[in-house]
């Protein structure tokens, strides 16, 4: 069992270079997605990891995202060599030891690890806007204004747009666990289909949407599971997932999942010190 980690980072180069230490391992290959306006220099990085070329600037909610993931997911494939390509982000953290994850990977036979919801009613309805109205996710002002009144108008006029091809769309986390299976139908559906890829442009926060629909109406809908295996706090009910630190650990372990997250240099040192010992008692 082989598997590639794909750390998509854009702050906190101390705590990414931890991270990239934890997952020493002979049969884990690791690659770094660094956003290209963090300033982080790679050098100062554990140069263990593979850095993602080209880079980018990645801005949050915008198809910028997707692009930085289809380059990683391209030159991981072209590297070859794995069997499951896990996707976290610079403030993810280990639960497992890397012998307990490549084990479960193995035993798991193929199946992908993704949370989704269809978004419509009894899934995640209060996300379907991002899909049936188009957005402008750049940084011009003024096409921003212009997309925000083209959906005004639309809803004023009862109009929504369908997806391609009749496909149902699907959502969820943009953290989750890849066969290599699932990893080569991706890219060969974005190759063949580039009006769904321009389609996905103008969605909201399509880095949670994009992949999830492909699978989710793919031939290969009966090997995802809905579990990403993240133990994640939203128990604060912001936008954002509770930052977890020591106070956090017991329920981190009895939760049985793989990774946690959120991780931060000024919450989470003493948590990540005791998730170390704990894998290394593992």
């Known amino acids: 069992m082989k598997l590639a980690v794909l750390i998509q980072a854009h702050k906190d180069p101390e705590i990414i270079d931890r991270l990239i230490r934890t997952f020493e391992h002979p049969d884990i290959s690791v690659y770094l997605s660094l956003d290209l306006k963090s300033g982080i220099d790679p050098a100062r990085l554990d140069p263990r990891a593979r850095l993602i070329q080209p880079q980018r600037n990645i801005y949050w909610g915008s198809f910028s995202w997707v692009e930085s993931a289809l380059d990683s997911f391209a030159q991981i494939e072209r590297d070859g060599g794995y069997d499951y390509l896990m996707n976290?982000?610079?403030?993810?953290?280990?639960?497992?030891?890397?012998?307990?994850?490549?084990?479960?990977?193995?035993?798991?036979?193929?199946?992908?690890?993704?949370?989704?919801?269809?978004?419509?009613?009894?899934?995640?309805?209060?996300?379907?806007?991002?899909?049936?109205?188009?957005?402008?996710?750049?940084?011009?002002?003024?096409?921003?204004?212009?997309?925000?009144?083209?959906?005004?108008?639309?809803?004023?006029?009862?109009?929504?747009?369908?997806?391609?091809?009749?496909?149902?769309?699907?959502?969820?986390?943009?953290?989750?666990?890849?066969?290599?299976?699932?990893?080569?139908?991706?890219?060969?559906?974005?190759?063949?289909?580039?009006?769904?890829?321009?389609?996905?442009?103008?969605?909201?926060?399509?880095?949670?949407?994009?992949?999830?629909?492909?699978?989710?109406?793919?031939p290969m809908r009966g090997s995802i599971v809905n579990d990403n295996h993240r133990y994640v706090d939203w128990s604060e009910r912001l936008p954002n997932p509770k930052l977890l630190g020591r106070g956090d650990y017991e329920a981190i372990k009895a939760s049985g999942k793989m990774l946690c997250r959120k991780v931060d240099p000024k919450t989470s040192l003493e948590l990540m010190d005791l998730l170390d010992a704990g894998r290394r008692d593992a």
């Open 88 to 218: 976290i982000s610079g403030q993810d953290y280990p639960v497992w030891s890397c012998a307990r994850i490549l084990r479960f990977l193995d035993e798991a036979r193929g199946k992908s690890l993704v949370h989704f919801a269809e978004l419509a009613p009894g899934g995640w309805p209060e996300a379907a806007d991002r899909v049936e109205f188009p957005h402008y996710t750049g940084t011009s002002r003024v096409r921003l204004a212009a997309s925000k009144a083209v959906r005004g108008v639309m809803r004023a006029l009862g109009v929504k747009r369908g997806m391609p091809g009749g496909m149902k769309p699907y959502g969820g986390a943009n953290w989750f666990t890849f066969s290599r299976e699932a990893v080569a139908y991706i890219m060969d559906f974005v190759a063949a289909n580039p009006s769904y890829v321009e389609f996905m442009r103008s969605v909201s926060i399509p880095d949670e949407v994009i992949f999830h629909t492909i699978l989710l109406n793919s």
